[in-house]
T-cell receptor, first 110, second 115 residues
Framework: QKEVEQNSGPLSVPEGAIASLNCTYS??????FFWYRQYSGKSPELIMSIYSNGDKEDGRFTAQLNKASQYVSLLIRDSQPSDSATYLCAGEDSNYQLIWGAGTKLIIKP | DAGVIQSPRHEVTEMGQEVTLRCKPISGHDYLFWYRQTMMRGLELLIY????????DSGMPEDRFSAKMPNASFSTLKIQPSEPRDSAVYFC?????????????FGDGTRLSIL
Protein backbone atom coordinates (compact mmCIF):
# COMPACT_ATOMS: atom_id res chain seq x y z
CA GLN A 1 0.00 0.00 0.00
CA LYS A 2 1.54 3.26 -1.11
CA GLU A 3 1.13 5.90 1.58
CA VAL A 4 2.04 9.49 2.28
CA GLU A 5 1.82 10.40 5.95
CA GLN A 6 1.52 13.79 7.57
CA ASN A 7 0.82 14.92 11.10
CA SER A 8 -2.71 16.31 11.02
CA GLY A 9 -1.87 19.06 13.52
CA PRO A 10 -2.89 21.68 14.19
CA LEU A 11 0.62 23.11 14.17
CA SER A 12 0.65 26.48 15.89
CA VAL A 13 3.49 28.88 15.05
CA PRO A 14 3.97 32.51 16.15
CA GLU A 15 3.93 35.15 13.44
CA GLY A 16 7.39 35.79 12.07
CA ALA A 17 8.75 32.37 13.07
CA ILE A 18 9.64 29.44 10.80
CA ALA A 19 6.90 26.88 10.20
CA SER A 20 8.15 23.37 9.47
CA LEU A 21 5.81 20.87 7.83
CA ASN A 22 6.84 17.26 7.39
CA CYS A 23 5.78 14.34 5.25
CA THR A 24 7.00 10.74 4.90
CA TYR A 25 6.26 8.35 2.07
CA SER A 26 6.37 4.60 1.69
CA UNK A 27 6.91 4.16 -2.07
CA UNK A 28 10.62 4.22 -2.90
CA UNK A 29 9.65 4.52 -6.56
CA UNK A 30 8.23 8.00 -5.99
CA UNK A 31 10.34 10.59 -7.71
CA UNK A 32 8.41 13.84 -7.57
CA PHE A 33 6.69 15.55 -4.69
CA PHE A 34 4.28 18.42 -4.42
CA TRP A 35 3.12 20.73 -1.64
CA TYR A 36 -0.36 22.17 -1.99
CA ARG A 37 -1.98 24.78 0.26
CA GLN A 38 -5.71 24.61 0.93
CA TYR A 39 -7.55 27.40 2.68
CA SER A 40 -10.75 26.44 4.48
CA GLY A 41 -13.56 26.03 1.99
CA LYS A 42 -11.25 26.47 -0.99
CA SER A 43 -9.49 24.20 -3.45
CA PRO A 44 -5.87 23.03 -3.19
CA GLU A 45 -3.32 25.25 -4.89
CA LEU A 46 0.26 24.30 -5.74
CA ILE A 47 2.97 25.87 -3.56
CA MET A 48 6.08 23.97 -4.62
CA SER A 49 7.30 20.85 -6.35
CA ILE A 50 10.60 19.01 -5.85
CA TYR A 51 12.28 15.93 -7.31
CA SER A 52 15.98 16.27 -6.46
CA ASN A 53 17.54 15.53 -3.10
CA GLY A 54 18.28 18.68 -1.17
CA ASP A 55 16.61 22.05 -0.89
CA LYS A 56 14.57 24.10 -3.30
CA GLU A 57 13.75 27.69 -2.40
CA ASP A 58 11.01 29.97 -3.68
CA GLY A 59 10.58 33.20 -1.78
CA ARG A 60 9.65 32.43 1.82
CA PHE A 61 9.15 28.75 1.01
CA THR A 62 11.78 25.99 1.01
CA ALA A 63 11.05 22.41 0.09
CA GLN A 64 13.44 19.72 1.26
CA LEU A 65 13.70 16.17 -0.05
CA ASN A 66 15.65 13.26 1.41
CA LYS A 67 15.03 10.15 -0.69
CA ALA A 68 17.18 7.90 1.50
CA SER A 69 14.99 8.69 4.49
CA GLN A 70 11.83 8.97 2.36
CA TYR A 71 11.14 12.35 3.86
CA VAL A 72 9.84 15.62 2.43
CA SER A 73 9.43 18.90 4.27
CA LEU A 74 8.23 22.42 3.66
CA LEU A 75 9.67 25.37 5.56
CA ILE A 76 7.88 28.70 5.64
CA ARG A 77 10.04 31.58 6.82
CA ASP A 78 8.66 34.76 8.37
CA SER A 79 5.27 33.12 8.83
CA GLN A 80 2.26 35.35 8.26
CA PRO A 81 -1.34 34.93 9.43
CA SER A 82 -2.24 34.50 5.75
CA ASP A 83 -0.18 31.29 5.75
CA SER A 84 -2.76 29.69 8.04
CA ALA A 85 -4.19 26.83 6.00
CA THR A 86 -4.00 23.07 5.53
CA TYR A 87 -0.90 21.91 3.68
CA LEU A 88 -1.18 18.77 1.57
CA CYS A 89 1.84 16.70 0.60
CA ALA A 90 1.60 14.48 -2.49
CA GLY A 91 4.07 12.05 -4.00
CA GLU A 92 4.00 10.92 -7.62
CA ASP A 93 4.47 7.18 -8.06
CA SER A 94 6.02 5.41 -11.03
CA ASN A 95 2.65 5.49 -12.82
CA TYR A 96 2.51 9.28 -12.37
CA GLN A 97 -0.31 8.78 -9.89
CA LEU A 98 -0.41 11.31 -7.06
CA ILE A 99 -0.57 9.75 -3.61
CA TRP A 100 -1.96 12.34 -1.21
CA GLY A 101 -1.32 12.86 2.46
CA ALA A 102 -4.17 13.82 4.78
CA GLY A 103 -2.77 17.31 5.29
CA THR A 104 -1.38 19.34 8.19
CA LYS A 105 -3.39 22.24 9.55
CA LEU A 106 -1.12 25.22 10.19
CA ILE A 107 -2.15 28.12 12.41
CA ILE A 108 -0.04 31.27 12.50
CA LYS A 109 -0.71 33.24 15.68
CA PRO A 110 -0.39 37.06 15.43
CA ASP B 1 -6.37 32.47 -18.32
CA ALA B 2 -9.54 30.77 -17.16
CA GLY B 3 -8.92 28.06 -14.63
CA VAL B 4 -10.81 24.83 -14.15
CA ILE B 5 -14.51 25.60 -13.98
CA GLN B 6 -16.91 23.45 -12.01
CA SER B 7 -20.65 23.64 -11.61
CA PRO B 8 -22.69 23.77 -9.56
CA ARG B 9 -20.77 25.21 -6.59
CA HIS B 10 -23.28 23.78 -4.16
CA GLU B 11 -25.84 21.02 -4.55
CA VAL B 12 -28.36 19.90 -1.97
CA THR B 13 -30.66 17.07 -2.93
CA GLU B 14 -32.56 14.20 -1.41
CA MET B 15 -31.41 10.64 -1.21
CA GLY B 16 -32.23 8.66 -4.32
CA GLN B 17 -32.00 11.59 -6.71
CA GLU B 18 -29.58 11.73 -9.61
CA VAL B 19 -26.73 14.20 -9.24
CA THR B 20 -24.62 15.49 -12.12
CA LEU B 21 -21.45 17.46 -11.54
CA ARG B 22 -19.79 19.30 -14.39
CA CYS B 23 -16.25 20.33 -15.18
CA LYS B 24 -14.50 22.37 -17.85
CA PRO B 25 -10.73 21.82 -17.77
CA ILE B 26 -8.11 24.38 -18.67
CA SER B 27 -7.86 24.63 -22.44
CA GLY B 28 -5.07 22.48 -23.83
CA HIS B 29 -4.78 20.26 -20.78
CA ASP B 30 -4.74 16.59 -21.73
CA TYR B 31 -5.45 15.16 -18.29
CA LEU B 32 -8.59 15.52 -16.20
CA PHE B 33 -9.06 14.20 -12.68
CA TRP B 34 -12.10 13.82 -10.45
CA TYR B 35 -11.48 13.85 -6.68
CA ARG B 36 -13.67 13.56 -3.61
CA GLN B 37 -12.67 15.17 -0.31
CA THR B 38 -14.09 14.42 3.11
CA MET B 39 -12.83 15.05 6.62
CA MET B 40 -12.60 11.33 7.30
CA ARG B 41 -10.90 10.15 4.11
CA GLY B 42 -9.12 13.24 2.84
CA LEU B 43 -8.59 13.71 -0.89
CA GLU B 44 -9.41 10.61 -2.94
CA LEU B 45 -8.89 10.17 -6.67
CA LEU B 46 -12.03 8.78 -8.26
CA ILE B 47 -11.11 8.62 -11.95
CA TYR B 48 -8.88 10.32 -14.47
CA UNK B 49 -8.95 10.82 -18.22
CA UNK B 50 -6.21 11.28 -20.79
CA UNK B 51 -7.29 12.84 -24.08
CA UNK B 52 -10.93 12.19 -23.17
CA UNK B 53 -10.32 8.48 -22.51
CA UNK B 54 -10.85 7.08 -18.99
CA UNK B 55 -7.54 5.61 -17.84
CA UNK B 56 -8.08 4.57 -14.25
CA ASP B 57 -11.46 4.38 -12.54
CA SER B 58 -10.35 2.16 -9.67
CA GLY B 59 -11.24 4.90 -7.21
CA MET B 60 -14.88 5.05 -8.20
CA PRO B 61 -16.64 3.78 -5.08
CA GLU B 62 -19.38 1.74 -6.75
CA ASP B 63 -21.58 1.39 -9.78
CA ARG B 64 -23.72 4.31 -8.70
CA PHE B 65 -20.88 6.56 -9.84
CA SER B 66 -20.10 7.17 -13.49
CA ALA B 67 -17.98 9.71 -15.35
CA LYS B 68 -17.78 10.78 -18.96
CA MET B 69 -15.69 13.11 -21.04
CA PRO B 70 -17.40 13.55 -24.41
CA ASN B 71 -14.88 16.15 -25.58
CA ALA B 72 -11.73 17.93 -24.50
CA SER B 73 -13.57 20.76 -22.80
CA PHE B 74 -16.24 19.00 -20.77
CA SER B 75 -16.62 16.21 -18.26
CA THR B 76 -19.39 15.01 -15.98
CA LEU B 77 -19.51 12.95 -12.83
CA LYS B 78 -22.88 11.38 -12.17
CA ILE B 79 -24.23 9.71 -9.05
CA GLN B 80 -27.42 7.70 -9.43
CA PRO B 81 -29.01 7.01 -7.03
CA SER B 82 -27.39 9.33 -4.51
CA GLU B 83 -26.96 8.40 -0.84
CA PRO B 84 -26.18 10.51 2.26
CA ARG B 85 -22.67 9.00 2.44
CA ASP B 86 -21.92 10.61 -0.92
CA SER B 87 -21.94 14.01 0.78
CA ALA B 88 -18.52 15.55 0.19
CA VAL B 89 -16.68 18.19 -1.80
CA TYR B 90 -15.98 17.00 -5.32
CA PHE B 91 -13.04 18.56 -7.13
CA CYS B 92 -12.11 18.45 -10.76
CA UNK B 93 -8.48 19.08 -11.70
CA UNK B 94 -6.59 19.20 -14.96
CA UNK B 95 -2.96 19.08 -16.02
CA UNK B 96 -1.08 19.60 -19.25
CA UNK B 97 0.77 16.33 -18.84
CA UNK B 98 2.12 14.13 -16.04
CA UNK B 99 5.31 14.66 -14.08
CA UNK B 100 7.14 17.20 -11.99
CA UNK B 101 6.64 20.25 -14.13
CA UNK B 102 3.00 19.49 -14.79
CA UNK B 103 1.06 20.16 -11.61
CA UNK B 104 -2.64 19.57 -11.30
CA UNK B 105 -4.83 22.68 -11.25
CA PHE B 106 -7.99 22.40 -9.23
CA GLY B 107 -11.42 23.87 -9.76
CA ASP B 108 -13.32 25.50 -6.90
CA GLY B 109 -15.17 22.27 -6.19
CA THR B 110 -18.81 21.26 -5.79
CA ARG B 111 -20.06 20.93 -2.22
CA LEU B 112 -22.60 18.12 -2.34
CA SER B 113 -25.08 17.43 0.43
CA ILE B 114 -27.40 14.44 0.19
CA LEU B 115 -30.24 14.58 2.70
Amino acid sequence: QKEVEQNSGPLSVPEGAIASLNCTYSDRGSQSFFWYRQYSGKSPELIMSIYSNGDKEDGRFTAQLNKASQYVSLLIRDSQPSDSATYLCAGEDSNYQLIWGAGTKLIIKP
Amino acid sequence: DAGVIQSPRHEVTEMGQEVTLRCKPISGHDYLFWYRQTMMRGLELLIYFNNNVPIDDSGMPEDRFSAKMPNASFSTLKIQPSEPRDSAVYFCASSLNRGLDQPQHFGDGTRLSIL
